[in-house]
T-cell receptor, first 112, second 113 residues
């Protein structure tokens, strides 16, 4: 079983829709939770990062972490065609080897 | 891409040949990483470095070696390439104390025939 599970999609939505992307994890030691966005043929770029539980908002993006359920989410409001990309969740422990563990990514297509 | 250059961008090689991929950064960041990305597996850590000549293994290090003789350069070597090493390889960097914030290069598409 993978430490981080993510639905690969693809997820297709109309422009303006609210998008919900999710990951589940099994390692309770994870304390840092990130969302990376990756456009086709490009490297991933950091979109959102949260330490421990709670919500974080940045413009149209909201990241939520529920450590009791081992579940994280990324919400995109008023989705745009430019949001079409693969979204990767990533997690890291607070101690020991501080390297990220990534989900396999969800491909999102926003239709104009 | 945050001052990170990977070379080559594309490479086709034959099984059994040695291959070296290069990552060069201009950010003077202490930490450098090599990941591979495969469908269904996401990004998996191969090796990372926390300083010149200081390296450690990741989760998929078998068949790979690395070297870091200068802060700005991190080399990944496949000693004897196999078809299972066909993948997209990404280099990433991070500042000390910010391991959650990785900056990635544009990747190298490697095909082993």
């Amino acid at each position: 079983q993978k430490e981080v599970e993510q639905d690969p999609g693809p997820l297709s939505v109309p422009e303006g829709a609210i998008v919900s992307l999710n990951c589940t994890y099994s390692n309770s030691a994870f304390q840092y939770f990130m969302w990376y966005r990756q456009y086709s043929r490009k490297g991933p770029e950091l979109l959102m990062y949260t330490y421990s539980s709670g919500n974080k908002e940045d413009g149209r993006f909201t990241a939520q972490v529920d450590k009791s359920s081992k579940y994280i989410s990324l919400f995109i409001r008023d989705s745009q065609p430019s949001d079409s990309a693969t979204y990767l969740c990533a997690m890291m422990r607070d101690t020991g080897r501080r390297a990220l563990t990534f989900g396999s990514g969800t491909r999102l297509q926003v239709q104009p | 891409d945050a001052g990170i250059t990977q070379s080559p961008r594309h490479k086709v090689t034959e099984t059994g040949t040695p291959v070296t991929l290069r990552c060069h950064q201009t950010e003077n960041h202490r930490y450098m990483y090599w990941y591979r990305q495969d469908p269904g597996h996401g990004l998996r850590l191969i090796h990372y470095s926390y300083g010149v000549k200081d390296t450690d293994k990741g989760e998929v290090s078998d068949g790979y070696s690395v070297s870091r003789s200068k802060t700005e350069d991190f080399l990944l070597t496949l000693e004897s390439a196999t078809s299972s090493q066909t993948s997209v390889y990404f280099c990433a960097i991070s500042e000390e104390g910010s391991g959650e914030k990785l900056f990635f290069g544009s990747g190298t598409q490697l095909s082993v025939l």
